[in-house]
């Protein structure tokens, strides 16, 4: 059994993945300090909502860079199952 493929981006799309995971970095800061400090529950919600959405947006580019790129590498097309477990993982 072949190991996975690494993630493979270009450069460009590399640097708008790691700004996006420092910026969830320090949203998930905020989100300690916030409980810390007993902010309001709807304040904490909507900062833990954008940050979901946010980490699911960058969930799908690397989905996505996947299908295009790190199944390719394989040599053969991807089973659906396969597709379908890899999905899941996003969820």
Do not use: W
């Not at 450069?11 to 007993?38: A, P, Y």
């Not at 394989?74 to 199952?81: A, F, H, I, Q, V």
């Amino acid at each position: 059994m072949s190991s996975p493929a690494p993630l493979t981006l270009d450069e460009q799309e590399k640097h708008r993945v790691l700004n996006r995971l420092r910026r969830l970095e320090g949203q998930v800061r905020g989100l300690h300090k916030m409980v810390d400090e007993d902010r309001p529950c709807q304040d904490i919600l909507t900062l833990l909502s954008g940050i979901r959405s946010a980490l699911d947006a960058t969930g799908e580019v690397i989905f996505e860079q996947y299908l295009l790129s790190c199944a390719a590498n394989e040599g053969e097309p991807l089973p659906t199952r396969e597709i379908v477990k890899t999905a899941r993982l996003l969820r």
